[in-house]
């Protein structure tokens, strides 16, 4: 009995009560994929909550800290979800993994693959955390708009040059090809043979049919750009919550690229969902509406995520992260306020007319009202050689077209220049999915602005410039194409070799 009684002592002596205590809310509204909840008074912005369910703990992330509650978005299914769960912090920000694994996938804004590949890390562990919102680079931090971005389209590598770490905004009606524009650019980053730096592609579908989804994956997939692209999709069926962190996370695996020293292109198709996305959110927490009925911090919602694309300096790596945000206008309005606002945000728009697009100019970019802010920093010395002389012709056919519209009787000068416009219109309009290499584009602008198809036929012209991009890929690859391609640059000797070789093209019988 003694020896029990000693034991019993040293039990109770040696026992530590190792209380475990947490912070618990409660639903006390619950509607719309919207929370409202009691408690929970030490919940961080952007941290993920669970809520719990008679089957499982649904993710939700804290949206609106207010004094007597937080407001919360789900983020998965909402239908187990009723007043009186019970809701626990987690700690964690939202955020979500990224490394090259991510390359030829298609995921969700939370990072969880929808391509049915299987998981996309195979040790988690390894993978870097990256928030979904995070402050911009510095001005410290970033450099000049230096390198360019070639799009494979001739006048915009010509008139509009994107840079390396710009925001080029694409702004048009419903079916006027913007969506077609941003993949020509991830198409053309595929075929630029550029294998020890290629830029990584990131589209982001934001309230698209998943049919369109699923056909930008499959010809991205045919064109062999896959291997190097993500697509992040949070399409028309999904919550207004996943629509509105697709962007972020879209950003975020850029981030991850630009961080290592890389060169990333991100392509949010479209803002103007988006903003539609948040709005939405947004009055179902009761937020004050303002114009529009879009919330007050709505500029400051797209000015946050545009201004994470920067070309970082050399001590941080010298990588960049191009943005090309989407805007769709009604009826050509572009002074409405979502696009006003990413005009304001952005370096340059490439806009995009429904009238010159139903006319077959396609792409239906309105050079006038198009612009970059970086402009010719960001053009090769070969490019910039042609493209000077291209801009200022085309906007003197436009005046003159405008001009004499009325008029019968024109001067062979002015009849001249008109032909001029024309045969430059003719000769920039290109398929959609066959991106021009700049050097290509280089010889083509050359050849148009050299005078040597001016007394050609429009569709004889462009066929003959066609032929002769054949016969140079054919003849003269590593005397003038390759040329310029490695020396970024256009040398007398060079035109020299292409005129003459235009010339003879010319005078030989088809």
């Known amino acids: 009995m003694y020896e029990i009684l000693e034991k019993l002592k040293k039990e109770i002596e040696t026992f530590k009560s190792e209380g475990d205590f947490s912070e618990v ?60 769960a019970r809701v626990k912090k987690t700690g964690r920000i939202l955020s979500l993994k990224a490394g090259d694994e991510l390359l030829g996938r298609v995921l969700s804004p939370l990072g969880e693959p929808l391509d049915g590949k299987g998981v996309i890390f195979k040790n988690p562990e390894k993978a870097k955390d990256y928030f979904l919102e995070r402050r911009a680079p510095s001005v410290i931090e970033r450099e000049g708009v230096n390198t360019p971005l070639h799009t494979g389209i001739k ?11 710009q925001r080029e905004l694409i702004i048009g009606d419903r079916q006027t090809g913007k969506t077609s524009i941003a993949l020509d650019a991830i198409l ?31 010809m991205l997939e045919e064109n062999g750009a896959m291997k190097n692209t993500i697509v992040v999709s949070a399409p028309a069926s999904s919550p207004a919550a996943l629509q509105y962190l697709a962007p972020s996370a879209g ?35 009761r937020r004050p509406p303002g114009r529009e009925a879009y919330p007050g911090d709505i500029f400051y919602l797209h000015s946050r995520l545009l201004e994470r694309a920067a070309k970082l300096s050399k001590e941080k790596g010298g990588g960049s992260l191009t943005a090309l945000p989407i805007i769709e206008t009604k009826l050509g309005d572009v002074s409405a306020y979502i696009p006003t606002n990413v005009i304001s945000i952005t370096d340059g728009q490439i806009y995009l007319e429904s009238g010159l697009f139903y006319q077959g100019i ?74 021009v290499p700049f050097e290509k584009a280089v010889c083509v602008l050359f050849v148009a602005l050299s005078g040597v198809v001016d007394d050609m036929p429009l569709t004889e012209a462009r066929n003959f410039i066609s032929g002769l ?15 310029i391609k490695k020396s970024r640059d256009f040398s007398n000797e060079v035109q020299e070799k292409l005129k003459s070789a235009a010339e003879l093209f010319k005078s030989t019988p088809k």
């Not at 719309?32 to 089957?55: F, N, S, Y």
């Open 188 to 218: 053309n980053q595929q075929s630029r043979g550029e294998a020890e730096n290629p830029v990584v592609s990131i589209y982001v579908a934001i309230g698209q049919k998943n049919s369109k989804i699923a056909k930008i994956v499959k």
């Open 155 to 165: 006048s915009i590598d010509a008139m509009i040059p994107i840079g390396r770490g």
């Open 362 to 435: 396609r792409p239906a970019v309105n050079v006038g009202l198009s612009v970059s802010r970086v402009g010719s920093a960001a053009q090769t010395k070969a490019m910039k050689k042609v493209a000077g002389k291209l801009r200022l012709e085309l906007a003197q056919f436009r005046e003159l077209q405008a001009f004499v519209q009325f008029s019968s009787d024109l001067d062979p000068d002015t009849r001249k220049k008109i032909k001029r416009g024309e045969l430059l219109t003719e000769i920039l309009k290109q398929s959609d999915g066959e991106p």
């Open 469 to 483: 991009m054949e016969r140079l890929e054919k003849l003269h690859r590593e005397d003038i194409l390759e040329e």
């Open 25 to 84: 809310g409660i639903v006390s509204e619950v509607g719309d994929g919207i929370l409202r909840i009691t408690g929970l008074e030490k919940a961080l912005a952007q941290e993920i909550l669970t809520v719990e369910t008679p089957d499982s703990e649904i993710p939700a992330v804290a949206f609106n800290l207010e004094e007597n509650f937080i407001g919360a978005v789900i983020l998965g299914e909402t239908r187990g979800v009723k007043v009186g």
């Open 251 to 285: 950003c975020a695996i850029g981030e991850f690229f630009m961080d290592s020293g890389r060169d990333a292109l991100v392509i949010y198709d479209d803002l103007s969902k988006h903003a539609d996305a948040y709005r939405e959110l947004s009055l179902l927490l």
